[in-house]
C-alpha cells in the first residue's frame, strides 16, 4: 500500500489555511469553563440563579463568540 | 394505571407513529444513484449541509439518555451534575481543528470509521482491530441506555406489564420499526428524524423553562428548595454548589467527556456525513445551542426537587428509578397532551442516536474485521449489505441486553465505555497530527491505558455499591493524603500515553519496522471538490484532479 507522495500542486496554500494566530484563541473558551475559582459561589445572583449557574451558562456565549470570531478571520486565508 | 395517561399515550403514538413513517421515506430523500455503497447507506452520501449537520450531529451527541440522565443526576446529587455544561461548551473549541482534519483525511482515502484511518496511517491492521473493537465495545451498552430513556418515559405513562416479556413489549416493537427503517434508510432515516427530535426537545424545553418556574414561584425558590434538599441529606458531597472534594473530579470529568466524545465513533460517522470542511466549522460555533437546551434540562432536576417529585420504585425492591423524575414532573405540571409531547421529544429523542450508532457499530465491524479478516476483496455493495445486517444485529443485541439484564449492568458499561473510547485517542486524535508514535507504543499504551482504567473503575465504591460506584476515583488510593476524587479517564490516557512514548522510543532503539504512512500532508487540507485516492490504485498528481473552486 505504499502511496509514492508526489508534489501536490495545492500544498502550499492549502497547508497555509489552517495556520493561523486566530487559533490561539480557542484556548479560552476550554480553559475558562474549567477554573472552578470562578463560578462556584452563589453571589452575585441573577434572576434567582447562583453564580455557579448563569456564569457556566454564560460560558457557552463565550464558546460561540471565540469559534465564530476564529472562523470569520480564518475562512477567506489561501486564497479560495 | 395507564388509562389515567390515555392522552398521553396517544399524542405519543401519534408522534411516534409519524417519524416512521419518515424514517422509510428518507430512503428517497436526497436519493442517490445507488444505495448500495457504504459511503451512502452509512454516510448519507457524504453530502450533508450546514443545517442537516447541524440537526444530525445535535440530535446525535444530545441523547435521550442524557436528556433523562443529566437532570436525574441533578436531582440526586446537585451541583456535580452540571459538569454536562463545560463538558458540552470547552469541546467544541477543543475538536474546532482536529476534526476538519479528519474530515479531509477521510474524504481524501474514502475511510468510514476512525479505524480505517488509523490502519492507513500506522500501517497496523492490529492496531485498527483493537481501535475497532473498543470503538464497538464502547457504543454497544450506549445504545441499550437510550431505551432506559424510553422505558422511563413508558414507566411514567403506565405502561408496564406483568412479566418481562409484557412490560418491554412496547420498546421491542419500537426497535423493530427503527431497525427496520435504518435497515433501508441508512443514515438518512436519523438524519431526517432529527429535525422532528430537536424542534419537539426545544418547543418543550422553552416551554419548560418559562412555564415552570412560573407555576414553582421562581428560580429563587427553586434553587432554594434545591438547597434545602441537599442539607438535609447525609451525603457530604451534594449541595448546589461544589464543594473542596469533588471540584477537581468536576473539571477533570468534564474535560476528559470532552475528549472522549468526538473519539466516539457515532460522532465521527456524524462528522464525516457532512458535505465538506465549512460545514464542520460553521457548526462548531452553532452546536453549543443544543449545551444551552442541556443546561436548562439539567436545571429541571432542580424543578423536579421544587414540585416534590417521588421517583418510582426500581426494578429491584427498595431501590428508586430517579430517571422517571424529569417525566414525572411533567406528567405532573403540564396539561396531559403536552406531556404526551415531552414523551414523545425524549422517546424519538432515543431513536436518533441509537440509528445513528448502531450504522456506526455496523460500519466499525464491516470495515475493519469482515474487509479486514474475512473478504478481503469485498465489494462496496457487499460492504453496505454487511452493514446493514450487522445494525440489525447490534439492535437485537442492545434490546437483549436491557430485556435480560439488569439496566444497571448497561449503565455500568455505558461509565466503562467513556474510560474505554478515551484509550484511543493517542492513535486516532493525536494520529492526525504526528506520525511520531510508533504502532507498537500505541498498542501498549492502549493495553496499559485499558487494564489501569478498568482496575481503577473497578475500585470506586459508591454508598450503595462496593465496585464500579461511579468514576470518581479518590486520590487516597495512589496514596496522596487527601479526601480530593478525579475522574478515572484523565488518569488512564495520561498513563496510556506516557506508555505509548517510552515503548516508541524503545522499539525505535531496537530498530523495529514503523510500518508506512499512507497518507500524506497534503490529505489532512483536502476539501470538497479535491480528488479522491481510489483504493487500488496509486494516487496520481495529475490525472483526475478536479478544478478547486
Redesign the interface.
Known sequence: MAAPEPEAPTTAPARAKDHSPWNWLLFIPIVVPLVPAFFNGDSPRVFGFPRFYWLQLAFILLGVGTTTLVYQMTKKRGGR | MWRDHLTEIIVFSLLFLLVSGMGFVAARWRAPKDMAHLDEWGLGGRSFGGWITWFLVGGDLYTAYTFVAVPALMFGAG?AG?FA??YT??I???V??VL??LWSVSHRHGFVTPADFVR?RF?SPVLALLIAITGIVATMPYIALQLVGIEAVLKTMGVTGDNALARHLPIIIAFAILAAYTYQSGLRAPALIAFVKDSLIYIVILVAVIYLPYKLG??????AAADAKFDASPNPNDG???NGNN?LQ??TL??GSALALFLYPHSITGVLASRNR?VI??N??AL?AY??LL?LIA?LGYMAIAAGVKPLPGAKEGTVDSNTVVPLLFDQQFPDWFAGVAYAAIGIGALVPAAIMSIAAANLFTRNIYKEYLKRDASPAQEANVSKITSLVVKVGAVACIVFLDPQFSIDLQLIGGVIILQTLPAVALGLYTRWFHRAGLIAGWAVGMGLGMWMLYQVASPTRKHFGGSAFPLSEFGFDTTKTIYVGIVAVVVNLAVAALVTLAVRAAKVAEG?D?T???D????EG?PR?TPGT????DSA?EP??
Do not use: E, N
Open positions: 451541583a452540571f455544561v463545560p461548551i470547552v467544541y473549541p477543543l474546532f481543528l476538519i482534519r492507513k500501517d421562581g428560580w429563587g425558590d427553586i434553587f448546589i454548589l461544589l471540584q468536576y473539571v468534564a474535560f465549512d466549522k460553521r462548531m460555533s453549543p449545551s444551552l443546561g436545571l508506512v499512507g500524506t500532508a497534503d489532512y487540507f483536502a476539501d479535491d485516492v496509486d494516487r496520481d498528481a484532479r478547486v473552486a
